[in-house]
């Protein structure tokens, strides 16, 4: 999926707005100096180590939540699709209000919150069920009040990246970002994997607990001053109400011919990967038998593709322009959900298909993920980008829910195998938004301003 779990740290780890920050083309020199001085920058590495660590163990609870639905607490492919469509539910609830309010305060204070919030709601996961009381419901309600908490740090982590690195950075900045995802999907399936085979499923949820836990430390230990962002005000002078802010952000995406575009592409593909995978656990499970160790091992395996788009996506835009490089890595999504619905009873062959599947996956997330986001933050104006953060994550991942639901209520009647591919179909359509779009002519980010130079509708 795009802009999902696999990449919902997108952006990653930000920064603080200042006055001297400029949005035009610096020399040369000095921008080669920077951007050989990003490792070096002491508060963009905390937060660059606190998205390692809380990605790191996200992958953990990725693989056994649905682990525990399916197999632990053996509910049907409908209740366990159920488990994506209340975690994204609150994008579509709150992603709109939450822009306009980020847009009024202090970002790294609501970084810190997400994650330590997160860390506690997940902690009842095991207690629960040592106490015997763990239900479907619980997971459920986990799923929801997570699902809140990542509104709110997505949109707010988004929004804080571009005040930290000067405009021409932003393909570095998060091309290095997608290392930790990297990591991550490298390491954290494999790992998921081990911990569910030598222990409850229940209790490898700790690991994550713990994780978003350290990462909400270490973004408390950033030094840099954050000014507060002002309040719009009307034009009668009065401060703009909640509405009106929040129309602005939809008028500035919708009205924009890149970002709607962009929207409609991520959105698709958004809705059909949810609609294949949100049946995934069952069939993989439960219909072939397959083991959390072998998924784990071949996912882990699979998404080395993360490895090759960080090292691959900078260059490749160089070479062929922005814009292909956001279709060419869209198209790739389709053809990897196909590869799942071939999964057999065979887990030699199951996990060889899995591999590949991730492989693909994992390289058009980081490739389509670094270059639009960057894109987006670069023709953004500072004062807008939690609003056009919360409405592209509003327009994007309110889908998943949706594709949740439809994917659970057609493997009620269709065989699990044929859910999977209605799903990959769709999701095999979403690159035509961008190829039929001025997206596709898009040769490099612009580094004049965020003056509307291409952001006319």
């Known amino acids: 999926m795009l802009e999902d779990r696999e990449s919902m740290r997108e952006a990653g780890p930000n920064g603080d707005m200042n006055a001297e920050r400029s949005v035009t083309s610096t020399s040369p020199e000095a921008a080669s100096t920077r951007r050989r001085s ?37 509910r049907p492919a409908l209740e366990v699709a159920l488990l994506t469509a209340f975690e994204m539910l609150p994008f579509l609830l709150f992603a709109l209000p939450a822009g306009a309010w980020l847009d009024r305060v202090r970002r790294r204070p609501v970084l810190i919150a997400g994650d330590l919030g997160r860390g506690l709601v997940l902690l009842t996961i095991p207690i629960a069920y040592a106490l015997g ?25 988004q929004s804080y990246l571009p ?17 930790p995802a990297a990591t991550a999907q490298i390491a954290g399936p494999t790992v998921a994997g081990g911990m569910i085979h030598l222990v409850a499923a229940p209790f490898a949820v700790v690991i994550d607990a713990a994780s978003f836990m350290v990462s909400g430390g270490l973004i408390s230990l950033i030094r840099r001053s954050e000014p507060k962002p002002e309040r719009k005000r009307a034009a009668d002078g009065s401060h703009a109400s909640m509405r009106q802010e929040i129309s602005e952000g939809l008028r500035y995406v919708l009205g924009n011919r890149y970002l709607r575009m962009i929207a409609g592409s991520t959105a698709t593909s958004n809705l059909g990967t949810s609609l294949a995978f949100a049946v995934f656990p069952v069939f993989a499970y439960v219909e072939l038998g397959l ?38 890595s869209m198209s790739l999504t389709g053809p990897a959900a196909i590869l799942v619905a071939l999964l057999t009873t065979d887990a030699t062959v199951s996990g060889a298909l899995l591999l590949t599947s991730a492989f693909l996956m994992s390289v058009s997330a980081v490739g389509y993920n670094v270059t639009q986001v960057s894109f987006r933050q670069a023709i953004t104006p500072l004062d807008i980008q939690g609003r056009m953060n919360a409405t592209m994550r509003f327009i994007v991942w309110g889908t998943m829910p949706l594709g949740s639901v439809i994917g659970g209520i057609l493997a009620s009647f269709l065989p699990l195998r044929t859910t999977i591919l209605i799903g990959a179909a769709i999701a095999s359509t979403a690159f035509l938004w961008l190829l039929l779009s001025p997206v596709r002519s898009l040769r490099a980010i612009p580094t004049t301003a965020r003056d509307g130079a291409v952001s006319d509708a």
């Open 38 to 74: 990003l490792w070096h920058h002491a508060d963009y590495m905390k937060l660059w180590s606190a998205a390692t660590i809380s990605m790191l163990g996200s992958q953990v609870s990725q693989l056994a939540i649905p682990f525990i639905a399916a197999l632990v607490l053996r």
């Open 133 to 157: 009381v763990l239900t479907i419901w619980q997971l459920y309600v986990v799923g929801f009040a997570t699902g809140m908490l990542t509104v709110l740090f997505d949109v707010a982590d």
């Open 163 to 179: 005040a930290l690195l000067d405009t021409e950075d932003l393909i570095e900045g998060n091309a290095k970002l997608s290392i």
């Open 291 to 328: 083991t959390p160790l072998v998924i784990g091992v071949a996912f882990g395996l699979g998404a080395t593709g993360t490895l090759l788009g960080a090292v691959a996506t900078a260059p490749l835009v160089k070479r062929i322009g922005l814009g292909p490089t956001i279709v060419a």
